[in-house]
């Protein structure tokens, strides 16, 4: 199993920059997949960005194309989500989790750090 830890939430006014990391321990996660997901108050939890272990392709939903950057660093088993422009939108528990390839689920969850962005 994984350990997840995120760091790096707060509150930030719109149009400002935040960098959420995702620390890992336990087994390697090298070739796992790494998502960042996001819970708003009253909305469902949504995929906001991933990358793969294998090919490193990476996926934005729509809403932060353009605006968050996802990345991760092999050798301090970190991944990370620039997220710039922010919007009052952002708002939500930022979510790291993980799957090794094959998987189709989540297998791994972070506790969770909150953004607020404020108008």
């Known amino acids: 199993q994984v350990q997840l830890v995120e760091s790096g939430g707060g509150l930030v006014q719109a149009g400002g920059s935040l960098r959420l990391s995702c620390g890992a321990s336990?087994?390697?996660?090298?070739?796992?997949?790494v998502g960042w997901l996001r819970q708003a108050p009253g909305k469902e939890r949504e995929i906001v960005a991933s990358?793969?272990?294998?090919?490193?392709?990476?996926y934005y939903t729509d809403s932060v194309r353009g605006r968050f950057t996802i990345s991760r660093d092999f050798a301090n088993n970190t991944v990370y989500l620039q997220m710039n422009k922010l919007k009052p939108e952002d708002t939500a528990v930022y979510y790291c989790?993980?799957?090794?390839?094959?998987?189709?689920?989540?297998?791994?969850w972070g506790q969770g750090t909150q953004v607020t962005v404020s108008s």
């Open positions: 989790a993980a799957h090794p390839p094959g998987n189709s689920q989540w297998t791994d």
């Open positions: 336990g087994r390697t996660f090298s070739n796992y997949l």
């Open positions: 990358i793969s272990g294998t090919d490193y392709s990476t």
